[in-house]
């Protein structure tokens, strides 16, 4: 992959929805943090000319779909000056093409983020990508989530753990418990969510030793697309069977029958 070229002066439409995050987001990008983030749109177009990395490609839904809607999940966290002070060690699992954790690894500089997906051809891509931005803190790495949970120096490990466009609730949670610390947080991002699928993920909880903190409810800033983040804490250890092996998260989902 070739350096992207810096980025370029943007519609007028773009500009202003950049100026609108502080009223969004609750933060703005540094000018450095804002041109990291710019540089990603030509990075993903040219690794989507050679993968399938991405049907999202005009840049105005680029920026929505993609920048925004990874950062927007962070907000659970807590104010911005208190999550941009600690120093995370998160967890993006099933990253794809970065999202939401080269995103994320940008706005919260203190923290260290470790992007996880099953595709060789992906994590290759990402660490280009995170090499072009000058991103030294963060790592791609190539595995699939329920072998990371069982890798001993993985597990229980980190703060925070991101899972964005993945599967579902239960599945997700039964992918990132077992990676955090006691204390720590998972934050699920969905689209629509109802109170049958709440019922699920808290009895996959109870078994993960989790707990569904907060649901919030938001609309897209210029689609006003309906989406959902869903923050949960670990409370207690997960038993040492989770995550189960590969494939088994997916086809018995945690919750919607007897304990597996």
Same mark, same amino acid.
């Given at each position: 992959? @070739? ?20 009223? &969004? +987001? ?16 030509? +990075? !993903?177009?040219?690794? $989507?000319?050679?993968? $399938? ?22 907000? +659970? =966290? ?36 470790? /992007?996880?997906?099953?595709? %060789?051809?992906?994590?290759?891509? !990402?660490?280009?990508? =995170? ?11 190539? %595995? ?15 703060? *925070? ?15 990132? =418990?077992?990676?955090?610390? !006691? ?17 699920? /993920? &808290?009895?996959? *909880?109870?078994?993960?030793? #989790? @707990? ?17 983040? /869903?923050?949960?804490? @670990? ?18 989902? +945690?919750?919607? #029958? @007897?304990?597996?």
């Amino acid at each position: 992959m @070739k350096k992207a070229a810096p980025p370029t002066s943007e519609p007028p439409e773009l500009e202003a929805l950049w100026e609108s995050w502080l009223a &969004e +987001l609750g933060w703005q990008p540094s000018e450095p943090q804002r041109q990291q983030l710019q540089q990603l749109y030509p +990075l !993903v177009m040219a690794g $989507n000319r050679t993968q $399938n990395l991405t049907r999202i490609t005009a840049p105005i839904d680029f920026w929505e779909k993609h920048l925004w809607d990874s950062l927007r999940g962070l907000r +659970l =966290l807590g104010s911005w000056a208190a999550i941009q002070a600690r120093p995370w060690r998160g967890i993006d699992i099933g990253t794809g093409a970065g999202f939401p954790g080269i995103p994320a690894q940008i706005a919260l500089p203190q923290a260290s983020f470790t /992007l996880l997906d099953s595709s %060789q051809r992906k994590i290759a891509f !990402v660490q280009e990508a =995170l090499q072009q931005l000058s991103l030294t803190q963060a790592r791609a790495v190539a %595995q699939r989530a329920e072998i990371w949970g069982q890798d001993p120096q993985e597990r229980g490990s980190y703060d *925070l753990a991101l899972a964005r466009a993945l599967a579902a609730a239960e599945v997700c949670a039964e992918y990132c =418990l077992p990676l955090l610390k !006691v204390g720590g947080r998972a934050i699920l991002y969905r689209g629509h969510w109802i109170e049958a699928e709440a019922q699920t /993920l &808290e009895r996959a *909880l109870s078994l993960l030793g #989790g @707990k569904l903190i907060h649901v919030e409810a938001f609309t897209t800033p210029r689609s006003h697309g309906i989406r959902h983040c /869903l923050l949960v804490e @670990k409370v207690a250890p997960t038993p040492a069977y989770y995550p189960r092996p590969p494939g088994i998260p997916k086809r018995q989902p +945690l919750g919607q #029958g @007897k304990r597996c």
